[in-house]
């Protein structure tokens, strides 16, 4: 049993059979061409999926190399990028998962460029959006990002980009795995054409059998088999999947939808930003008004109006945020996603 991250509300207990695990060990084999030769470096809680099953428990099924090092936190200072750099080069790591803030941590780190990582076969990031800037350089030394898509009750990876892809659909994160389905619906469970976002759906071996001692909860997640993932997200003209957010976290501006993801992606690409988070709050005008949260890097300077202008021509105007909050730290889950919930308590008068 494992708990889910909790960010819209309290944590539910997942329950995960020995099937479950082994048929989401089979689609990482699968997905990552593991075999009795590779070396893999874990360094995430495996008290959470993506350290427990995304190739930890894959590579024993294998019968690969697991090297265990503590928990990588990249916001505590007792643990340092250069172990993880150090045991790439001499353990020869060939597959290792680096969730958004500890791949940007490695590749920042003053040994990145001095480090041999040509054993590296591939790097595999998500949890969360990941943002471009953290997978270009590790493509610009030649070791491909495939980013996959999963999550507690449904074992990652259920869509994953295959390697030979992982370059040309970047920003994906790919196709069903081999033992998962997804399809996409919208409000009534139809399916929608390439292009329009509705609400991605997973069926298979690898999803959970039910929360703990919670049946309402399970049968809420469910519909004719399907379990409904409360993300939003679209697929292109060749069945490659994209995530665009939480449905809990659409912002209705007047009687239009806004993703914060579609916001934070510009936020982020600004060079003076090191972590953004947009929400909705309350507004007796147009019903919600979006809120960016922002945290600058540091030595940075940068005001709420020069903030709103980077929005300009790209964005429709209710899409652009009303308010700029700008924030010492953003609260994080143990699995890299943001605390939509704590932040908008926060933020509350």
């Not at 619906?185 to 759906?201: C, F, K, N, S, T």
């Not at 659409?250 to 806004?258: E, F, L």
Request: glycine content about 8%; some cysteine; charged content about 20%.
């Amino acid at each position: 049993m494992i708990y889910t991250s909790g960010t819209t509300g309290v944590p539910k207990g997942a329950l995960l059979t020995h099937d479950t695990l082994f048929y989401g060990a089979m689609n990482s084999v699968r997905a990552y061409k593991m075999t009795r030769w590779d070396e893999i470096l874990t360094f995430i809680p495996m008290s959470h999926v993506g350290g427990l099953a995304i190739q930890t428990l894959p590579a024993l099924q294998a019968g690969a190399t697991v090297t265990i090092h503590v928990d990588f936190d990249p916001a505590h200072v007792d643990y340092d990028p250069a172990h993880v750099l150090r045991e790439i080069e001499r353990s020869k790591i060939s597959l290792f998962v680096a969730r958004p803030m500890a791949s940007k941590a490695i590749t920042s780190h003053p040994n990145w460029h001095g480090t041999d990582i040509s054993s590296l076969r591939a790097v595999n990031s998500g949890s969360t959006h990941v943002p471009l800037h953290v997978m270009h350089p590790w493509f610009l030394r030649g070791v491909p990002v495939q980013q996959n898509y999963g999550m507690t009750e449904v074992l990652p990876p259920a869509i994953i980009v295959p390697l030979e892809d992982a370059s040309r659909k970047i920003g994906s994160v790919g196709e069903p795995a081999l033992h998962c389905q997804a399809r996409i619906v919208d409000r009534g469970m139809r399916d929608v054409p390439a292009g329009e976002r509705g609400q991605i759906l997973l069926k298979g071996a690898s999803v959970f059998e039910r929360y703990w001692n919670n049946r309402q909860a399970t049968e809420d997640a469910f519909h004719d088999g399907w379990f409904l993932t409360g993300d939003i997200g679209h697929v292109d003209k060749d069945g490659y999947f994209y995530i665009d957010g939480r449905i809990k976290d659409i912002i209705i501006v007047g009687s239009s939808n806004v993703y914060p993801a579609d916001v934070e992606r510009i936020l982020i690409e600004c060079a003076a930003i090191e972590e953004a988070a947009v929400i909705g709050q309350p507004d007796p005008k147009s019903g919600e008004a979006v809120v960016a949260c922002v945290v600058l890097k540091k030595g940075c300077d940068m005001s709420a109006d020069e903030l709103k202008s980077l929005f300009k021509g790209r964005l429709a105007s209710y899409q652009h945020p009303r308010f700029v909050k700008f924030m010492d730290a953003i609260p994080y889950t143990l699995s890299e996603k943001v605390r939509k919930a704590e932040l908008r308590q926060m933020l509350t008068p």
